[in-house]
């Protein structure tokens, strides 16, 4: 069984191990320039173009076309395909991977929409290509990924509106509100619909990221032990101010830092801090 992927996830190096997967980039458009997410373009580049240029970037999702491609040729070294991807409540790319998917008859596509993003996606793939390198039959698979997805959760602040409200990720009226206010949202990710929450607000930026473990004491007793796992876009001061906020209130077990993938950073802007979270008891072993 083979992994096709988009660029809506990210993960640490340690995480991705050897394994061989195949990953679609989403596109970015930056002052007329047109960018693969992490193959042209890698986060640390991106942030600092970003901030020299001023220029509001605009993403786009692989066409059908594209996936019809990529699975033609992924067939070609095994017919069964495990397709994992990016929330449908955030981005076309889901729709896309399924209309390729029942135009080609070559292979056994199965699809799967992870209703997240970001590290919270990558968590779901990393089971993933841990479930086909142990060599696990596909209900076994995507059961895995369902335990995964209902066990953890994304939660995160950023500096600034602007780019939500450019890339319509939320409304331009209540974001232009919220900017005007000075106020700094938590958002999470829903796990029904896939689309951004409000998780609550803050004054500050720096008091955003202390409410980011106070939000979830609020569901999970302080002391609970957690995996846990940080994505930041360029911002490793405001990593650290979480990560020791979530020390203070929770036994964490780390996984290594993400840098947010250029793509997502599109749409949130430099400065963006969150965590992943699963209390240990909920979380399923992994292969």
């Given at each position: 069984m083979q992994i096709v992927t988009d660029s809506g996830f990210d993960l640490s190096p340690q995480q991705k191990g050897d394994f061989k997967f195949h990953a679609l980039p989403l596109k970015i458009?930056?002052?007329?320039v047109s960018y693969r997410s992490g193959i042209d373009i890698q986060p640390e580049e991106f942030y600092k173009l970003l901030e020299k240029t001023g220029d509001m970037p605009i993403t786009s999702t692989p066409s059908p076309g594209e996936f019809l491609e990529i699975y033609e040729k992924v067939a070609?070294?095994?017919?069964?395909?495990?397709?994992?991807?990016?929330?449908?409540?955030?981005?076309?790319?889901?729709?896309?991977?399924r209309t390729a998917a029942e135009q080609f008859k070559g292979a056994n596509i199965?699809?799967?929409?992870?209703?997240s993003l970001s590290v919270e996606m990558g968590w779901q793939l990393e089971a993933a290509i841990k479930?086909?390198?142990?060599g696990w039959p596909i209900d076994k698979i995507l059961a895995l990924l369902t335990k995964v997805r209902e066990a953890s959760e994304i939660v995160f602040t950023l500096p600034n509106l602007t780019y939500l409200i450019h890339g319509g990720r939320i409304s331009h009226l209540k974001g232009l509100l919220a900017s005007l206010l000075g106020i700094k949202p938590l958002i999470g990710v829903d796990k029904a619909e896939g689309k951004y929450y409000d998780r609550g607000r803050?004054?500050?930026?720096?008091?955003a990221i202390q409410a980011i473990p106070a939000y979830i004491a609020n569901r999970i007793p302080p002391g609970t032990p957690l995996r846990a796992q940080i994505g930041h876009a360029h911002n490793p001061e405001g990593a650290?101010?979480?990560?020791q906020e979530m020390e203070n209130l929770f036994s964490c077990e780390w996984l290594d830092d993400c840098s947010i993938s250029p793509v997502l950073g599109a749409h949130t802007g430099q400065g963006l801090v969150g965590v992943v979270?699963?209390?240990?008891d909920q979380m399923p072993e992994l292969p």
């Open positions: 458009t930056l002052s007329g070609e070294e095994d017919p069964d395909i495990l397709s994992v991807h990016i929330s449908s409540g955030l981005s076309g790319t889901y729709n896309s991977a199965t699809l799967v929409d992870t209703r479930a086909v390198q142990a803050a004054r500050t930026f720096k008091q650290e101010q979480l990560h979270f699963a209390p240990l």
